[in-house]
């Protein structure tokens, strides 16, 4: 009678609330029946668990009846022979449902050990280094990714990844049909990238069919998938500077799947798909991965064949992602670090024609105005956005202003980098800040100062200041020196900001003719 009700339990379609009344009355029983029944019983307890444990709030009633010490021990040590159900892939699918409702994970007990110690997670590791079967390893990697989310754990999780190789078996599952294990593994991989991406990027380019499959895999839906979301994350997140990476992707043609995409998104808008945000700043990330490497003349090649200041330019303002007006900018940036040195002054030809008919003397006797190409005022050279990777050439400058009065910090601080490359010491400083001031630049700035109070943000915009100050003339200087907060939020970044953002104010302070009389006895640098 107690298999026939707990079969009833794991067959009816339990509401909410049906759910919690049977977690709090029958647990107790179904537990004890996985402990210590016959084949028939466990397997019918083991289905009435698994659908009591995937409503979430039911996690702390199933945790006080004990039952995740009867499923570590099912899962990790219990042996029952020629036992028809795969219990451990049951007890794996239970402890996941309970853990995704985020239980206390570290403080939980199994046999003397703690659930994040290196005796259970070991263990955890290594048997999906070593098992076939899917629907297990996809719940053993569920309870992984649970667990990574506690610091503690996740270093012993690293650990272990590292000790046994685990990280290989990880990869190769990337191959696998079944979308579901491709998902949790791309996922366990992703939480591993801080700790080992390197290894990670080398391991995946040495994987048939990667990387390009996690980009040009088939989807005969046409609708944005999950799969297709985590993949496209995943190469965003592993190191940008890897350049065998980078490499892999472009002799694989990815680029030109990844710009259509990007557009396609773009034309059919972020409803489509629940994934369609993700994946679109995956792919985004893909793209600003390749400007970190742009040393490779195949990825300058690349960078400039596609125009990838215009595409990245376009995007600030393009998008509902503050995630991929970031990655615009720090892609922007990376660009823009290289037109100083790709930015050469305009060579004039002389024809052989000339030089036939002609003495060196009479040649190029007409207007010497006619005669000037034109000339980049910031790099000194002749500019594109394609070629030398110019922001002023690709209108990016106002777009790159606009996003300092976005409300993410973190697209602000990209935004004010990507300025900051335009008053290099290596550039036209004069005429750069000349240019920023004809569009506002200087208000732009101050504004960010009275908005935001982060070093990171500060620093680059009392830099940016202390240049407009140097090189700017009479305009920005006036604009500065009349705007009323700013002494005062310099004083206040004086006293009690880091020792950079401290000397970067104090200079502003002096320029100004501000700087307070502070007591000897308080004054320290």
């Known amino acids: 009678m107690q298999t026939e009700m707990a079969e009833y339990l794991g067959e009816i379609a339990l509401g909410h609330d049906s759910k919690t009344y049977v977690a709090e009355r029958a647990s107790p029983a179904l537990i004890k029946m996985v402990h210590s029944g016959n084949t028939m019983t466990r397997t019918a307890a083991f289905k009435a668990l698994a659908q009591i444990s995937s409503y979430h709030p039911n996690a702390k009633i199933l945790a006080k009846s004990g039952i995740i010490q009867i499923m570590v021990e099912e899962m990790l040590t219990r042996r029952i022979n020629g036992e028809p159900i795969n219990s451990k892939g049951e007890a794996a699918a239970i402890l996941a449902n309970i853990f995704e409702a985020g239980s206390d994970l ?24 070593h098992s076939t079967p899917v629907e297990l390893n996809i719940n053993l990697i569920r309870v992984l990714l649970c667990l990574t989310k506690s610091p503690k754990s996740m270093g012993t ?15 190769e599952l990337l191959n696998n049909p079944h979308e579901e294990l491709g998902i949790v593994a791309i996922k366990l991989l992703i939480a591993l990238i801080p700790y080992m991406g390197h290894s990670i990027a080398e391991r995946l380019c040495k994987t048939a069919g990667q990387p390009e499959n996690l980009i040009l895999g088939q989807n005969e839906t046409g609708r944005i998938t999950q799969k297709q979301a985590v993949s496209a994350t995943f190469l965003a997140k592993l190191p940008h500077q890897s350049l065998t990476l980078n490499l892999a992707l472009l002799s694989k043609n990815t680029v030109p799947a990844i710009l259509q995409q990007i557009n396609q998104i773009q034309r059919t808008g972020i409803r489509t798909s629940r994934y369609a945000i993700p994946y679109l700043e995956g792919l985004v ?15 300058l090649f690349l960078a400039r064949n596609y125009n990838f200041t215009s595409v990245l330019t376009e995007m600030l303002m393009k998008t509902s992602s503050d995630e991929v007006q970031r990655l615009a900018a720090v892609g922007l940036e990376n660009l823009s670090l290289e037109s100083i040195s790709l930015s050469k002054p305009p060579v004039i030809k002389k024809t052989k024609f000339l030089k036939l008919f002609y003495p060196p003397k009479f040649l190029f006797s007409g207007s010497s105005k006619k005669r000037k190409l034109p000339v980049c005022p910031v790099h000194r050279g002749a500019c594109s956005s394609q070629n030398t990777f110019c922001l002023v050439d690709a209108k990016a400058v106002e777009r790159l202003l606009a996003c300092l009065d ?23 400083v004069v005429k750069s800040v000349g240019m920023l001031c004809e569009v506002n630049a200087t208000q732009h700035v101050l504004n960010v100062v009275k908005e935001h109070k982060g070093e990171g943000l500060r620093q680059k915009s009392f830099w940016l200041i202390d240049r407009f100050l140097l090189k700017g003339g009479k305009r920005p200087a006036s604009d500065i020196s009349q705007d009323r907060l700013l002494p005062t939020t310099l004083v206040s970044a004086f006293h009690h900001g880091d020792i950079d953002t401290r000397q970067m104010a104090e200079k502003i302070l002096r320029h100004l003719n501000k700087m307070p009389d502070f007591p000897t006895s308080h004054y320290t640098m």
């Open 106 to 129: 570290e403080n939980l007990q199994v046999n003397y050990h703690g659930l994040a110690s290196d005796y259970v997670l070991y263990n955890i590791i290594d048997m999906i280094k």
């Open 157 to 171: 999780i690293v650990s272990m990844v590292k000790e046994i190789e685990a990280s290989n078996t990880l990869v």
């Open 285 to 299: 990330g893909i793209l600003v991965r390749f400007t970190t490497t742009l040393y490779e003349p195949r990825i």
């Open 406 to 428: 976005h409300e993410n910090v973190e697209v602000v601080e990209a935004a004010l980098s990507a300025i900051c490359t335009l008053l290099d010491d290596k550039v036209d």
